[in-house]
């Protein structure tokens, strides 16, 4: 099984929909992150979280919102999906047990149409 | 002006050339990560260092943390190292800020 897991892989929706992106982690890491990749952009940071109780808005938090919900689950939602949320979106774990180097999910690609 | 600028930002190499990517960042940094993420999609991460040179396999990485620059050598390039390769450094609260990649095609 992988370290970071992501799901969905893949999804479509419609405008308009709610949908969550869920994040698992066998890494025992107390820091976990969400960034989202768009063409000819690099990733950009939308939420993070240091431990269970501590949620961060990174710098494109905007229609996106969090939930930690255990050490090891780190979930994203887009409240009310629109066409320029369709990206790539990473799921990254990172701890100072393991000298802060990040563990990355397999990515989920989310189509908003 | 980006804080994180990579070049090239494509790359053609022939299989067993030498392969550099340079990565120059304006921001304070702990450490620089170099990030490998293939067609499919996936990232894995390559090296994490904050000072000196790192080898692993046919990949080295070097940063020079006065001049804010790294790294990124493929020795002996092969087909399977064709990828999108992202500098990402390290900040304040551990944040990562990110490069737009390079992209490295190794033809046979």
């Known amino acids: 099984d992988a370290d970071v897991t992501q799901t969905p892989r893949n999804r479509i929706t419609k405008t308009g929909k709610r949908i969550m992106l869920e994040c698992s982690q066998t890494k025992g890491h107390d820091r976990m992150y969400w960034y989202r990749q768009d063409p000819g952009l690099g990733l950009r940071l939308i939420y993070y979280?240091?431990?269970?109780?501590?949620?961060n808005k990174g710098e494109i938090s905007d229609g996106y919102s969090v939930s930690r919900q255990a050490q090891a689950k780190f979930s994203l939602s887009l409240e009310s999906a629109i066409p320029n949320q369709t990206a790539l979106y990473f799921c990254?774990?990172?701890?100072?047990?393991?000298?802060?180097?990040?563990?990355f999910g397999s990515g989920t690609r989310l189509t908003v149409v | 002006k980006n804080e994180v600028e990579q070049s090239p930002q494509n790359l053609t190499a022939q299989e067993g050339e030498f392969i550099t990517i340079n990565c120059s960042y304006s921001?304070?940094?702990?450490?620089l990560h170099w990030l490998q993420q293939h067609p499919g999609g996936g990232i894995v991460s390559l090296f994490m260092?904050?000072?000196g040179k790192k080898k692993h396999g046919r990949l080295i990485a070097t940063i020079n943390i006065q001049e804010k620059h790294s790294s990124l050598h493929i020795t002996a390039s092969h087909p399977r190292d064709s990828a999108v390769y992202i500098c990402a450094p390290q900040g304040a609260g551990n944040k990562l800020t990110f490069g737009g990649g390079t992209r490295v095609l190794v033809k046979p």
């Open positions: 260092l904050s000072s």
């Open positions: 990254a774990t990172s701890d100072f047990t393991a000298g802060y180097g990040y563990t």
């Open positions: 979280s240091f431990d269970v109780k501590d949620i």
């Open positions: 921001v304070g940094i702990s450490a």
